[in-house]
């Protein structure tokens, strides 16, 4: 059974950071393509980045350049760093693992989900 869980949101204040970790059971994470998404209230689930099976990153060009993703096979965890966040960053932040080798910005592309973890940012 595949399992996805995300910890480290919070509030934040604008302009801070926060680093978010996905730890993955059942999957070995080296073998899988995982992307990083975000949903805030009432708008569409976002990509923010994946990272391929050999570890490759690919990021949203709305990212430019605040967030980093890291990817950790022994603890089986990804990781996604929010560095000069803004309050338009508040949303539900949640990782995503496929098999297939390429990654990808789109979540119909995903078949497992982790349950979210919340980033609040205020000004």
């Known amino acids: 059974q595949v399992r996805l869980v995300e910890s480290g949101g919070g509030s934040i204040q604008s302009g801070g950071s926060v680093r978010l970790s996905c730890e993955v059971s059942g999957y070995t994470i080296s073998e899988a393509s995982m992307g990083w998404f975000r949903q805030a209230a009432g708008k569409e689930r976002e990509g923010l980045v994946f990272v391929n099976r050999v570890g490759s990153l690919s990021y949203a060009n709305f990212v430019k350049g605040r967030f980093t993703a890291s990817r950790d096979n022994a603890k089986s965890t990804l990781y996604l760093a929010l560095n000069d966040l803004k309050p338009e960053d508040t949303a539900m932040y949640y990782c995503?693992?496929?098999?297939?080798?390429?990654?990808?910005?789109?979540?119909?592309?995903?078949?497992?989900w982790g349950q979210g973890t919340q980033v609040t940012v205020s000004s």
């Open positions: 995503a693992l496929r098999a297939q080798w390429l990654g990808s910005l789109s979540a119909s592309d995903y078949p497992y």
